[in-house]
C-alpha cells in the first residue's frame, strides 16, 4: 500500500518520500490551490449541479503549510497559514497532481 515514509517542509515546498522510493515536491500555493475541499471544488447535488467552489484556479500568493496532519492510512491534511485546513489530500490526489521533481 502507498503511504509517505517521510515529510518535509523545504524552502517554500512539501516534499514527500513515498514507500515506493517516488519523491513528490508540492510548492505551498500550488498545493492550496489543488485543494480538494468543497471550498475550493464545490459539491455536487443529486442532480449533479455544483454549488460553491472556483471557476478558475484561485492564487494563494505567500501561503504556507504550517504543518500536516495523516489521516488514517489514506490522506494528509495540511494546515495552512490563511487558515485553510478542510482539505484531505489522498495519497492517490497527491500522487497525481503535476509535481516538480
Known amino acids: 500500500m502507498l503511504s509517505p515514509s517521510n515529510i518535509q517542509i523545504v524552502g517554500n515546498e512539501v516534499a514527500i518520500a513515498w514507500s515506493d522510493g517516488q519523491e513528490s515536491y508540492f510548492n505551498f500555493e500550488e498545493l ?26 484561485p492564487r494563494f500568493e505567500g501561503v504556507l503549510v504550517l504543518r500536516w496532519h495523516l489521516v488514517g492510512n489514506y490522506a494528509i491534511r495540511f494546515d495552512f497559514s490563511d487558515g485553510h485546513n478542510s482539505g484531505l489530500y489522498s495519497y492517490d490526489y497527491l500522487r497525481a497532481l503535476p509535481r516538480h521533481s
Do not use: F, Y
Not at 40 to 53: A, M, P
Open 32 to 57: 492550496r490551490a489543488a485543494s480538494p475541499s468543497a471550498e475550493n471544488q464545490g459539491e455536487r447535488d443529486i442532480l449533479g449541479v455544483r454549488h460553491g467552489g472556483h471557476d478558475t484556479t
